[in-house]
């Protein structure tokens, strides 16, 4: 496997573990308020999920204003879904992701960003794929820490934890 998608195939992965691991908790903690870096779990799970659109649309060459509309689509859409329909509709998505991935001749190819704030940005494909499992890493720290506060231990998602686990299963 390709190290580009085998990170993302981490992403993928330890997000199931998040999912996995949020469903055996009881299910009013997934809304519940909390004094945090987000408002509650759910928002996190969202902000990752949206994040990961935001990248997969920046990755197929849409335009910043295609990107804010999508966004905003899937802002919408998301709105009141219960943890099993978010891991339904993220688990979905990760497919188009991998279908994505898996159609580039070279995941190293470089790519040019335009945001309107920011300005322009050379970086290659394969970078982008590391920002988004980063990011993910970063917001799943947070859930983690989040649950602590709610008196929960988090679940383990730590990329050797992955790496073990598929060796186990070639």
């Not at 891991?87 to 309107?116: V, W």
């Not at 992955?162 to 299963?169: A, C, F, G, M, P």
């Amino acid at each position: 496997m390709n190290d580009c998608i085998r990170l993302y195939d981490y992403h993928v992965w330890a997000n199931k573990r998040v999912f996995n691991h949020l469903k055996e908790l009881p299910s009013e903690i997934y809304r519940q308020q909390i004094k945090s870096v987000f408002a509650s779990l759910e928002e996190v799970v969202v902000h990752l999920f949206k994040t990961d659109v935001v990248w997969l649309c920046a990755m197929s060459d849409k335009s910043y204003e295609e990107i804010q509309q999508l966004f905003g689509e899937y802002s919408n859409r998301l709105e009141n879904k219960s943890l099993e329909e978010m891991e339904k509709e993220y688990m979905e998505f990760s497919n188009g992701y991998f279908d994505f991935l898996n159609s580039q001749e070279d995941l190293n190819a470089n790519k040019t960003l335009k945001h309107p704030m920011f300005g322009q940005l050379e970086t290659r494909l394969s970078e982008l794929v590391q920002h988004v499992v980063n990011h993910g890493t970063y917001h799943r720290g947070n859930i983690t820490a989040m649950l602590r506060q709610l008196g929960y231990p988090g679940p383990s998602t730590d990329y050797i934890f992955y790496l073990y686990e598929k060796q186990d299963r070639q």
